[in-house]
């Protein structure tokens, strides 16, 4: 019989050489359906990575600095008079244009005699042809640096017009993501951006990622690159005071998906192929330790705060960690990735606009619209549930913050773990169903028809697909067949 010593010397093996994903690096996993864990972990260890393409070994972590604190918007015209801004790009929408963070923001500029322009036409949920336009407008102006005050849409445009300045000869698709674009690198220094958010959600102020609708092709698309993240996020507590209550459901479902999925996204070590040159090494790069305790953090406050802000818009305590914990998720996913749910969120809200048509309650626009965060909680109950196997322990700790209960209550610690995605499920609905969120696909208008359209146009989304357990981490696995289960069980529950 073989010793104590030598089992343990076994396991120990098995956890770190044989699979080293989230489930098998456990120290605690529960002993019921622990086999169907390991079973997964190894099917994906045995689909053996071809020679030529090296597993990554590294991480990397970039975000833009931040400020936080109420009127801390007043400070921007110095920050540029210290950077001898010789002229400035400003980015806003028509809405945000009318309220107080602009307001704030023309006068800072005016008391440091900054010379300025402002756009302010940038669209909600942005799409080609808009970026097109802020990028003409932006190329006949020699701006020196940017400013976007507004939402993702407005930080995204802005990032753009940034990138398309400098590369003026480019067209729009040389740097979109692959494949859809060509997925160029960003080697030229673009001009220094400040982002202002208005919204507590996207956590664009410190990513280098801007997202962008592409009506032909009936899904969203983006490009994702370190070169684009601002240089500075002033995030200022007197800025999301004007949001609606509708506004602020959606940006914080955005926060909680960002840490959701960043948190549960293949380790940065299953990520193939390993870059050539650390230049090509991508923004999004799976979990990693770093990126683990913004998202869980911004998971946490998101729990908290986010049903306060849907009872109590004018809710200061809940405003100011929700805007925390949107800049937290934002550092979390800038450098650990989202997949499944922001994947198909990109073809939900695509389609609507020639489909379904849903007009999302609360969003004064004459277009249909699923706000970006409804869109991506739409699927979120199923992807959890679909890749909780993966990461059994990842999962359950998710399970404990939903359930507000403690990791080490038996009804979490001896839960097996093939039960762990079902009940992740149930406690995933319920809070979204407390917050008023559509329950699931049907509900915004789609049918079990429109599956196959919405597969379609979530399979081209690889730079977040490849960072999916279950799909990402098993080579020859495109998601089709994953993707049409998880659509399915998304249309109602």
Not at 161 to 166: D, G, P, W
Not at 226 to 254: E, F, Q, Y
Not at 398 to 415: H, K, M, N, T, V
Not at 459 to 477: F, K, M, S
């Amino acid at each position: 019989m073989a010793s104590r010593s030598s089992i343990h010397r076994l396991m120990n093996a098995a956890r770190h050489v044989a699979c080293p994903c989230h489930a098998c690096n456990s120290s605690t996993t529960a002993a019921a359906g622990s086999a169907i864990g390991t079973m997964m972990s190894n099917a994906r260890h045995m689909a053996a990575q071809p020679k030529n393409q090296d597993k990554e070994y590294a991480f990397e972590i970039a975000a833009a600095n931040l400020r936080f604190g109420e009127g801390v918007t007043r400070e921007v015209g110095m920050d540029f008079a210290n950077m001898n801004a010789r002229k400035v790009g400003v980015f806003t929408d028509p809405t945000v244009e009318k309220l107080l963070p602009m307001k704030m923001a023309r006068e800072s500029l005016d008391a440091s005699g900054i010379s300025y322009e402002v756009f302010n036409k940038v669209a909600v949920e942005p799409t080609d042809a808009s970026w097109k336009e802020a990028i003409d407008w932006a190329r006949k102006h020699d701006f020196t640096h940017f400013l976007a005050v507004g939402g993702g849409s407005v930080m995204d445009t802005a990032k753009a017009a940034n990138l398309f300045t400098v590369y003026k000869d480019s067209d729009l698709f040389d740097f979109i993501n692959a494949p859809v674009g060509k997925g160029l690198p960003i080697t030229e220094k673009l001009r220094p951006l400040i982002a202002v958010p208005t919204t507590a959600g996207t956590g664009s102020e410190t990513t280098g990622t801007a997202i962008l609708d592409i009506p032909s092709r009936n899904f969203k698309t983006g490009i994702a690159n370190r070169a684009l993240k601002p240089m500075l996020g002033i995030v200022d507590t007197l800025n999301t005071d004007s949001c609606p209550t509708a506004v602020h459901i959606s940006a914080g479902l955005d926060v909680l998906f960002h840490s959701m999925e960043s948190y549960t996204a293949i380790p940065y070590y299953e990520r193939t192929p390993r870059p050539s040159n650390p230049k090509l090494r991508p923004a999004y790069q799976g979990s990693n330790p770093i990126s683990d305790v913004f998202s869980l953090w911004a998971l946490r406050e998101t729990v908290k705060y986010l049903p306060r802000i849907a009872k109590d818009k004018h809710d200061k305590e809940a405003q100011r960690q929700m805007l925390l914990a949107a800049s937290f998720a934002g550092i979390g996913f800038g450098n650990g990735g989202v997949h499944l749910c922001h994947a198909a969120s990109y073809p939900i809200s695509g389609l609507n606009k020639t489909g379904p048509k849903y007009k999302h309650p609360g969003y004064e626009v004459e277009k249909p619209i699923i706000p970006h965060g409804i869109s991506v909680a739409l699927t979120g109950p199923a992807v959890f549930k679909f890749t909780a196997p993966s990461a059994p322990d990842r999962h359950r700790l998710a399970l404990s913050i939903f359930s507000g209960l403690p990791e080490s209550d038996p009804s979490i610690s001896r839960l097996p773990n093939q039960e762990v995605g079902k009940r992740l499920y149930d406690e995933i609905a319920r809070f979204l169903d407390g917050l008023g969120v559509p329950r699931g696909l049907k509900a915004v208008g789609y049918n079990k028809g429109d599956v196959q359209r919405l597969v379609e146009g979530t399979l081209p989304q690889r730079r977040v697909l490849d960072l999916a357990p279950g799909i990402g981490d098993v080579v020859g696995e495109d998601g089709a067949e994953h993707l049409t289960g998880i659509m399915e069980d998304s249309l109602e529950y």
